[in-house]
């Protein structure tokens, strides 16, 4: 079964390229890595990797259809739209769903382990909490189009009953190295870092809601490291099937992550507020935190970094090797 190519789709992104780079560090390297590069500085993450070939979305999508697709030991696809403002939806109906519903089809007929990336942003405002079962999951309503998309293919793969085979991960808030590509999708700790390096401080959004003083609103902060280690090992060491929440279990403010960042660059802390963009208000998690009891009695008990174990880590060994 080693002789097998694994398939990771989005593989030079952020996520991906990390997954790859823990694939490397098993021993495999027949590794079919599906992105679209395009004329950004997206490549550089493959520099270091080792790999079989690079196609693009359309190339593998063709091998798919055609019936010319390798039998593969896993697809582990995590490539997709991830601007959680991106307004298109139609764009993001062929790329987060159309395209995903395609691979889940050819992987399920073929017998290759799917795991892919769904996201804590099919939670929507949190009402209905954020608790990774099926009951839960028909009632879900999220906030955003990008939300929809990955919940659209949630959706269909439980009401076909595929979920008892293949694996969906809800991803909560990642960071960590080789995320530089993203733009305004970076986490707030590599934008952060950079702002402490020219200004000296960090600004963060004020809070629309009485009920959040600012910068107090909570998010459930995933090192990608730890992102990594569960998708591999749904993807590799488990059999199990199923939608599980990607998170640390622990809700912690965005102060508590600037003074991480803070601690990890040892400089005294600078926080300032300023106004959340109008286009963000009405589509704003203001607290999410992964339910994190079905991956645990799924049999992944390895324990997530802390906050500031993470924010340490990603500081010293990658943001501030690169300045």
Not at 208 to 227: C, I, N
Request: hydrophobic residues 40%; aromatic residues 12%.
């Amino acid at each position: 079964m080693k002789n097998q190519p694994i398939i990771v789709t989005g593989a030079a992104g952020f996520i991906g390229r990390n997954v790859v780079e823990a694939l490397n560090q098993r021993g495999l390297d027949n590794l079919i890595l599906v992105d679209l590069l395009g004329t950004d500085e997206k490549w550089q993450n493959l520099r270091g990797l080792r790999y079989e070939d690079v196609l693009s979305p359309a190339q593998f999508l063709a091998l798919v259809q055609g019936g010319k697709a390798p039998k593969a030991l896993a697809c582990i696809h995590l490539g997709a739209c991830s601007a959680t403002t991106e307004r298109n939806a139609d764009y993001l109906l062929e790329n987060n769903y159309r395209y995903t519903r395609t691979l889940a089809e050819w992987s399920l007929a073929k017998k290759v382990r799917f795991v892919y990336a769904s996201s804590a942003a099919t939670y929507g405002d949190g009402a209905l909490g954020y608790r990774d079962e099926d009951a839960v999951t028909e009632k879900l309503v999220p906030l955003n189009m990008y939300g929809y998309s990955k919940h659209m293919f949630d959706l269909w793969a439980l009401r076909h009953g595929f979920l008892k085979q293949i694996v969906g991960l809800k991803y909560f808030n990642v960071y960590g190295p080789y995320e530089d590509h993203k733009g305004d999708m970076r986490s707030l700790v590599q934008k952060a870092y950079h702002q402490v390096k020219t200004r000296g401080y960090i600004e963060l959004f004020k809070s629309h809601r009485p009920d959040f003083k600012d910068g107090e609103q909570k998010r459930d902060f995933v090192y990608v490291k730890d992102a990594v280690d569960v998708t591999v090992h749904f993807a590799l060491d488990s059999k199990k099937g199923g939608l599980f929440n990607c998170g640390a279990g622990q809700a912690r403010t965005w102060i508590d992550l600037a003074r991480a960042l803070f601690a990890a660059m040892d400089v005294k802390p600078d926080i300032r507020f300023i106004e959340m963009p109008e286009i963000l208000r009405g589509k704003y998690q203001y607290f999410t935190q992964a339910d994190a009891t079905k991956l645990q009695k799924s049999g992944y008990k390895k324990p997530f970094h802390s906050l500031e174990a993470g924010v340490r880590d990603y500081v010293k060994n990658y943001l501030a090797q690169a300045a």
